[in-house]
């Protein structure tokens, strides 16, 4: 199935990007210059900003209830990019749809921040967020990481740490069309062939974007940077792998999933046709996508 048409005519309407080396500041700078307005924004209970011994965190409320199951959302943008403004209709959207309280992370950002940095801000508010349950009003159930694109790249590594560290925690793991093998060669997966150009994200743009996070010494072979390197994936949390049908990592999700479930570990791999990297961020209004919030909701209720 081709691109859905409507992510077609914007991306068709879009200026080409500028030549020579991308510019990490430029690009934030426009990426938060299409936020909304607060007063646009989906109405929630209750939203706050404050700290996780340091990681700025911003607190979703669904409701008035007391307690509620707690979600760690960890936003996407190739490691250097995103923030808790440009996916803070995301975490909105997950609050209302699934009735957790979501925890979206403000870690810190290459290349400004070396590897393991961003990382250990992502692992520093879990735990701390488990810290603070009573605070927080957890009802002692759900208790999941997700993410979108690196922040699913985030999320995966941070279950596994729970894992490997006999921290027991987390009982879900969501993640949105998730960058699992930061190496990029082409004849790994066919999607980085099939849907190398025209969609949007496109493969000759993987290497210069993530660039900023290798180079700042995170090497592609550790499976922290790269949750698909990891050999052994039993015993992580139930997963549920988003992927776009037009994205070029698209096929590093899906053997991710099929890996997990391989190795005894609940793992849902849901395709959306015509969609493209970045659809569950930029494109959930469309009707085909809408459904996306209400099967993660449907997952995290298992």
């Known amino acids: 199935m081709p691109l859905h048409p409507e992510i077609a005519k914007f991306l068709a309407a879009q200026p080409a990007p500028p030549a020579g080396p991308v510019d990490p500041a430029a690009l934030r700078a426009d990426e938060e210059s299409h936020v909304p307005p607060l007063a646009e924004r989906l109405p929630l ?30 936003h996407g943008g190739a490691f250097f990019l995103g923030s808790l403004d440009t996916h803070d209709h995301l975490a909105r959207s997950l609050a209302e749809a699934t009735g957790l309280k979501v925890v979206s992370v403000g870690y810190r950002r290459a290349p400004e921040h070396a590897f393991p940095a961003g990382l250990d801000d992502c692992w ?22 997700a993410g979108d694109s690196s922040g699913g790249t985030f999320a995966a590594a941070v279950a596994a740490r729970a894992h490997d560290e006999g921290w027991d925690l987390i009982t879900h793991q969501v993640l949105y069309y998730p960058s699992l093998d930061l190496d990029f060669d082409e004849e790994r997966y066919a999607s980085l062939r099939e849907n190398a150009v025209g969609n949007g994200l496109e493969t000759a743009g993987l290497k210069p974007f993530n660039a900023f996070y290798v180079d700042s010494g995170a090497d592609p072979a550790d499976p922290r940077v790269s949750p698909a390197k990891r050999a052994d994936l039993s015993g992580l949390p139930p997963a549920l792998v988003v992927t776009a049908e037009c994205d070029p990592l698209r096929d590093e999700g899906e ?48």
Do not use: C, M
């Open 45 to 74: 209970h209750a939203v706050e900003n404050t700290y996780a011994d340091g990681v700025p965190v911003r607190i979703y409320t669904p409701d008035e209830a007391e307690r509620h199951g707690l979600l760690l959302y960890f």
């Open 124 to 145: 520093t508010a879990v735990r701390r967020a488990a810290a603070a349950r009573e605070r927080l009003g957890w009802d002692g159930g759900t208790f999941a990481v």
């Open 255 to 302: 053997a991710y999933g099929r890996r997990l479930a391989d190795a005894g570990v609940e793992a849902k791999v849901r395709r959306y046709a015509g969609a493209g990297h970045g659809f569950v961020q930029h494109f959930s209004w469309l009707p085909e996508f809408q459904g996306v919030f209400t099967e993660t909701r449907n997952f995290l209720r298992r």
